[in-house]
């Protein structure tokens, strides 16, 4: 487990800790041996990466009400945003898991790589203090956090391009998966968004719904959606009520 404490920059006084948090229920099933699985420590974990980002955004945010620290706490901690702190620190390369589990892509599903994200919290928490698992935290998420704190109302790129394209025409755009690269654990996708077979941009995300999205907000900025717009007789400026941030 050296590198990926390494790759952490938190050395485990009890490893027998790390060994838990790393492990798949899965294993535990599949060999009927006592073996302890990693559920405990992310029940833990949850909730102390719960409370660091509360407090974090409360601080950071003294004039928001509960219902924005709540959304914005929501988009650190959801299950895909999880999944892209997991593979900074290439933590699926260390779980420990069932020949079945494995079989079946285990390994791609982004609640395990969550799951386990969550319980290295816990298991830091436990070997170490409050403080330690704050820092490590914090210094996890500090691009995601920043990205919040920038743009605490989320845009919504999809929904845009959809509110202009539907409010001129009656039809909405459609995505197409362009090629997916990289090992399956480690895909990057590429995507297009189109109006009646008209490309109007593309874009490259770790899912396929992160390059749709890129792919909407490359043909909200794009001189071929301004060109559609005054063919469709609109304005090739955005209406109002598209340029609305959305909660």
Known sequence: MEPLESRIQYAFRQPKLLEEALSHPSLRYETRKNIPDNQRLEFLGDAVLQLVLSDTL???LP?????LLTKLRTRLVSSRALLKLAQQIHLV??????RGEEANKGREREAIQADALEALIGAIYVDGT???ARWFILRLVDTELKA???TPIEVNPKGQLQEILQGLTGLPPNYDILESQGPDHEKLYAAAAFWQGR???RGKGSSKKDAEINAA???LQSQVLKSLLKELGGSDQWPVSAGRKKL
């Not at 004039?63 to 219902?67: L, Q, S, V």
């Not at 390369?93 to 069932?98: E, F, H, L, R």
């Open 58 to 60: 409360f601080q950071k």
């Open 63 to 67: 004039h928001a009400d509960e219902g």
């Open 93 to 98: 390369d260390y779980i420990k898991m069932g």
């Open 130 to 132: 409050f403080e330690a």
């Open 148 to 150: 919040v704190l920038a």
């Open 199 to 201: 490309e109007l941009g």
């Open 217 to 219: 907000t490359m043909a």
